[in-house]
């Protein structure tokens, strides 16, 4: 079974500054990828980033990135140069390619970015 | 880029009726359709994966005869949620996958209030 931890129910951060979301994550699978989606108000999930098991590479995109610690099982989101319009809620899911093809998600993180 | 389209976005209904919520792919075939649920101020937690033509995979714990789903064609699924209660009152989203690595596109979700 998958398992998807993410110990900060909430966080602050000052606008503009650099920003780490921390998710760990247990499977027994080798084959696996992660992700991070952002949740508004609105409820839509929106899709962030990207991290395959086998990529030896962090992932970025734009200000958001990837520390990916693969023997750690950890996979932070790493947002910087932080925007009001950042706040919102944070949630690490995975896929694990032997599990069904569904996500499974950590429990979130709410992100209020102060002015 | 493939969308899901799921209505509606909200609804209230009185205790002890039943309520469709229905998820589009528009732009691609969903042979497999994730159904969530998602109380306040917690995560996504996967009910159900309809399959096209095939009858529903439940997680443990969810009734089956109380949230139907039907997956009849490549482009619908549809969850019903019968004689609802109020403690049914939630947020629903759906989620397939467009056959991309990256996964998973979402609806935009549906809150459900049963008064």
């Known amino acids: 079974a998958q398992k998807i931890t993410q110990t900060q129910p909430g966080m602050f951060v000052q606008e503009k500054e650099a920003v780490t979301l921390d998710c760990t994550y247990d499977t027994s699978d080798q084959s696996y990828g992660l992700f991070w989606y952002k949740q508004p108000s609105s409820g839509e999930m929106i899709f962030l980033i990207y991290?395959?098991?086998?990529?030896?590479q962090n992932a970025t995109e734009g200000r958001y990135s990837l520390n990916f610690q693969k023997a750690r099982k950890s996979a932070n989101l790493v947002i910087s140069a932080s925007q009001l319009g950042d706040s919102a809620m944070y949630f690490c899911a995975m896929r694990a390619n032997n599990a069904g093809n569904m996500l499974t998600f950590g429990g979130g993180t709410r992100l209020m970015v102060k002015p | 880029g493939a969308v899901v389209s799921q209505h509606p976005s909200r609804v209230i209904c009185k205790s002890g009726t039943s309520v469709k919520i229905e998820c589009r792919s528009l732009?691609?075939?969903?042979?497999?359709m994730f159904w969530y649920r998602q109380f306040p101020k917690q995560s996504l937690m996967l009910m159900a994966t309809?399959?096209?033509?095939?009858?529903?995979?439940?997680e443990q714990g969810v009734e089956k005869d109380k949230f139907l789903i039907n997956h009849a064609s490549l482009t619908l699924s549809t969850l019903t949620v019968t004689s609802a209660h109020p403690e049914d009152s939630s947020f629903y989203i759906c989620s397939a996958n467009p056959g991309s690595p990256l996964g998973y596109t979402f609806g935009s979700g549906t809150r459900l209030t049963v008064v």
């Open positions: 732009d691609f075939q969903a042979t497999t």
């Open positions: 309809s399959n096209e033509g095939s009858k529903a995979t439940y």
């Open positions: 991290q395959g098991s086998y990529d030896e």
